[in-house]
């Protein structure tokens, strides 16, 4: 561990750390965040996110969310954001205390004109470092996590890129599922190892964040929207105003308008291909079928897995920033108000050991795991 200087700020409303220990950063995703620092009155760039193991006074301790500024001379602990966590922040006596229900949790003192504390900044297990092949193979064969190292399933797996087509201000949604768009694909072949053949997407344009389901026929699409709709309306407990979807027959079924009527939903229909209507899911189309392209090259497993392939695509995608919103965002992080954590994902199709409960094992000699 190294001891590193930090300066508690209440200019700052994130964490702030410099280049100098950002090898410590845990979790990281890259970010394109813009910070104004009071007293330089410039402007600086974060380029990643990450959490941060620290120690003071022996007590371990865990700083989320910092970003990582490689213009930045110090450190800087926020006082605004521990404060937003419940601590209590006390600045007397040349001293600053940081205290919590269960009592003192660091100490600094002045020195010149800034309250700085000593911090040990600690190495995350090597174990659960993750080295950047295999980030960049867990996050789906992303450009955003990208490889130093020839990656050949992204050479083999990727379509060109389709350029990214910003809507004026005034056309951007202005809240979670005011606009929802859906999307149907198939028949894919081979079907599924358990018989499905497409797949139908619902994406909220506020935040980007796309639910996906699939389908053994075309016609189940109707039942997964009523699904959708009650599961994200009772989530946010709001409407969505419009739905945005092509041509396509099962939206122009009979049952499907009228749930919509009955919903105060409004349909909107592309009739033409016009592809600035229908960017965005055309878009999403590509990096969801590219991805799963990836993801399935990449494992043991065959074609007729390509139903999880492209759920895992776009649980990832979600998980990814995208340039539909700002500050390098992650459509996750604006459906569930929270950042993201990426620790828990795992290369797609790797050995995932599931415990055989003694009912389920047929005799003895069958193996505990499988
Ligand atoms: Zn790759």
New binding site residues.
């Given amino acids: 561990s190294d001891k590193v200087m930090f300066y508690a700020d209440s200019g700052c409303s994130s964490h702030l750390c410099t280049e100098s220990i950002g090898r410590y950063l845990f979790n990281i995703e890259p970010v394109n965040v813009q910070i104004s620092v009071a007293k330089q009155g410039e402007k600086l760039h974060a380029t990643k996110r990450g959490s941060l193991r620290v120690k003071w006074n022996g007590k371990p301790m865990v700083l989320l969310n910092v970003l990582l500024c490689k213009e930045l001379p110090y450190n800087l602990l926020s006082v605004s954001k521990m404060e937003r966590a419940g601590l209590k922040i006390v600045f007397e006596k040349e001293k600053v205390e940081v205290l919590s229900s269960n009592g003192l949790v660091l100490r600094g003192d002045l020195q010149g004109n800034m309250y700085t504390v000593l911090l040990d900044v600690v190495e995350q297990h090597t174990a659960a470092a993750v080295s950047e092949p295999d980030m ?2 867990r996050m789906g ?1 992303s450009s955003v996590h990208p ?1 130093k190292e020839l ?1 050949d ?2 050479m083999k ?1 990727k379509q060109t890129r389709t350029p990214y087509v910003d809507l004026p201000e005034s056309k951007k949604p202005k809240r979670i599922l005011e606009v929802v768009s859906s999307d149907l694909k198939g028949p894919l072949t081979p079907a599924t190892f358990d018989s499905f053949r497409y797949y139908v997407t619902f994406t909220c344009h506020f935040s980007n964040f796309t639910h996906i389901y699939l389908l053994r026929s075309k016609d189940e699409a109707f039942e997964k929207f009523v699904e959708y709709e009650a599961t994200v309306t009772s989530r946010f407990l709001t409407r969505i105003s419009r739905l945005r979807v092509d041509n396509g027959g099962e939206y122009r079924s009979e049952q499907f308008q009228r749930f919509c009527r009955e919903k105060g939903i409004e349909m909107e229909f592309n009739i033409s291909r016009n592809p600035s209507q229908n960017g965005k899911s055309e878009r999403l189309n590509r990096t969801i079928m590219s991805m799963a392209r ?1 993801l399935v090259m ?1 494992s043991p497993l065959g074609k007729e897995f390509w139903g999880e392939a492209v759920r895992t695509a776009v649980y990832l995608i979600n998980r990814l920033p995208t340039k539909a919103l700002p500050d390098g965002k992650t459509p996750a992080e604006v459906w569930y108000g929270r950042p993201v954590d990426l620790s828990n994902i795992r290369v797609f199709g790797c050995r995932a050991y599931a415990h055989v409960s003694k009912e389920d094992r047929k005799g003895s000699l069958d193996p505990v795991s499988r």
């Fill in positions: 960049h193979r064969h490889t990656c399933v992204c797996g990836c990449d």
